[in-house]
Nanobody, 123 residues
């Protein structure tokens, strides 16, 4: 069974940094776009960032552009999300996603989801 396993969440003060990791259980994902969504309490799931499987093209949601960086290590089947200058409004459960769809930004673009990791930013 295909799995995406996230790690790296936690609590940090505003202005701080965290790095999330997501490892895929199969090498097939080296060809997939992989990315991150987040969901805050009472809000809809929001696109954060995505990276393509081939040349590593990236795309970011407007709310994180310039602060977050997505990268991947195909040899390790792992995608990373470096989050800098964190704000209280970044508090959410962050989900890793993967799919053959190229640089998808919609929830419906992704068939594979991780279990989520909590990020809490205190003011």
């Amino acid at each position: 069974q295909v799995q995406l396993v996230e790690s790296g969440g936690g609590m940090v003060q505003a202005g701080g940094s965290l790095r999330l990791s997501c490892t895929a259980s199969e090498r097939t994902f080296s060809r997939y776009s992989m990315g991150w969504f987040r969901q805050a309490p009472g809000k809809e799931r929001e696109f954060v960032a995505v990276i393509s499987g081939s040349v590593g093209m990236t795309y970011y949601g407007d709310s994180v552009k310039g602060r977050f960086t997505i990268s991947r290590d195909s040899a390790k089947n792992t995608v990373y999300l470096r989050m800098n200058s964190l704000k209280p409004e970044d508090t959410a459960v962050y989900y890793c996603v993967a799919d053959p769809t190229y640089l998808g930004v919609r929830v419906s673009d992704y068939d594979y989801w991780g279990q989520g990791t909590q990020v809490t930013v205190s003011s």
